[in-house]
């Protein structure tokens, strides 16, 4: 079958994948491909020496339409035009995938097919049983068709650095092009993870506060941006108590399954902050507006029981046997069809894309606002000097 795909592959395919590969060096920070980021990626792929195997190229196929063309556009081809049908296939999965993204999976495909591509990603596609290096505060692994984004500080509750941000945007970018059939964040330790480090903006000199914000705002988009785009089934494996955006980001998972020993938690008004995450258009269509209401503005802290009876959280487990049933249900359901995977989250989900991406903007906007505060310095310098703690 390999053989026969590569051979029978018209010129044009050809063209895209016989492109050069010279070593990309992509900026962590900068997580949006430019038309020259993309045009070396093409570049790239000329000096493959090892062919990467059909599931690779039509990945690469399906990216490269999706970035120069937008959403599969042809008619489906027939059932026995295996080879058509292979492409068509991948081009479709990839549903209302921004341009914009394809062509960043795609620069990050490429990257992670050169030889020396470690250097310059922090997180590549995942091989089988492969462990990603990465800053360790992030541990990305992928084995039986689950690619884990696990975070790993847990002398700090998991809380989430500006580093990590980036490092999850990165996870996610190259899992979504990678073999696996779900993408599952869990956290190590006791929590699941404590939100957003509060010292991220403790460390701010007076005179750029207001760039800091701004900073700030535009990565909380593009991290939420993330998610909201994510073209595989997203689960949260919720090992112990949840705080601020870790929760508010549930409503963009398509499975939570959570231990009988978590908690979830947005005390976002005590913290003189708001709703992040899409939750505050999210949670009132999961649990309704006065539910949400007493979570996002009251910050009322719910158990694992609560949040599942709220239509938050899947199932919940016994902490004694969590990690074991969790896991062996994730491994049967990564053996499902991998296509037919995407193209039922994208049904589920592509009606909201647009709407999903307007409420980030505007509470990325919000939020900067917020992070300017009285209430909100207030708030962070107690945390800092002791004073408070949830
Ligand atoms: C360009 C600039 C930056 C960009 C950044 C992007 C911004 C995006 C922001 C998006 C908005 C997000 C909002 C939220 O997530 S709001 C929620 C924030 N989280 C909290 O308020 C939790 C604060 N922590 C606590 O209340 C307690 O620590 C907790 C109840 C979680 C646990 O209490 P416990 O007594 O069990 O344990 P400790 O307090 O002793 O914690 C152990 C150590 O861990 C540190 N820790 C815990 N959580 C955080 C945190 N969120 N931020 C920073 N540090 C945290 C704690 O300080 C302890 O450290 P030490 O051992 O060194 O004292």
Not at 62 to 77: D, S
Not at 165 to 172: C, G, Q, S, T
Not at 285 to 294: N, S, T, V
Not at 297 to 322: D, M, N, Q, Y
């Amino acid at each position: 079958m390999a053989g026969r795909l590569t051979r029978r592959w018209s010129p044009s395919l050809l063209q895209v994948l016989r492109f050069p590969v010279v070593q990309l060096h992509m900026s962590r920070t900068a997580m949006r491909a430019s038309e020259k980021d993309f045009e070396n990626a093409r570049n790239q792929l000329k000096l493959l020496t090892k062919d990467p195997g059909n599931e690779v190229k039509l990945k690469l196929y399906a990216l490269y339409k999706q970035a120069t063309e937008g959403p599969c556009n042809t008619p489906k081809p027939s059932m026995l035009d295996f080879i058509n049908k292979a492409k068509w296939d991948a081009w479709n999965a990839l549903g209302s995938l921004p341009k914009e993204t394809a062509r960043q999976n795609y620069v990050d495909l490429v990257s992670s097919l050169s030889p020396s591509s470690e250097s310059s990603s922090q997180v590549k596609p995942a091989a089988a049983n492969e462990k990603q290096p990465g800053s360790e505060n992030i541990i990305v692994t992928s084995q039986d068709g689950i690619t884990k984004i696990m975070f790993n500080r847990p002398t700090k509750k998991n809380a989430i650095t500006t580093s990590m941000y980036k490092e999850i945007i990165h996870a996610l970018k190259a899992a979504s092009t990678d073999n696996s059939a779900i993408t599952v964040f869990t956290g190590n330790g006791d929590y699941y993870s404590s939100g957003n480090d509060l010292t991220n903006f403790t460390d701010v000199p007076p005179n750029s506060i207001e760039e800091t914000a701004k900073n700030a705002s535009i990565l909380l988009r593009e991290f939420v941006d993330a998610f909201i785009d994510f073209p595989k089934p997203l689960v949260a494996v919720i090992n112990g108590p949840a705080v601020g955006i870790v929760v508010t980001l549930l409503g963009l998972f398509d499975v939570v399954y959570a231990s009988d020993k978590a908690t979830f938690h947005t005390p976002f008004s005590e913290l003189g902050q708001s709703p992040e995450g899409c939750a505050s258009y999210t949670f009132p269509k999961i649990m309704g507006p006065a539910k949400a209401a007493e979570m996002l503005i009251f910050g009322k802290k719910l158990t694992a029981g609560e949040a599942c009876a709220r239509g938050l959280v899947t199932e919940v487990f016994p902490e004694s046997t969590f990690q074991k049933e969790v896991w062996t249900r994730l491994k049967a359901y990564a053996k499902l069809p991998t296509n037919s995977l995407r193209i039922s989250k994208e049904l589920i989900r592509s009606n909201e894309k647009e709407k999903l991406h307007a409420v980030n903007a505007e509470e990325s906007t919000v939020l900067q606002g917020r992070w300017l505060s009285e209430e909100c310095m207030n708030a962070l310098m107690n945390f800092v000097s002791r004073k408070s703690k949830l």
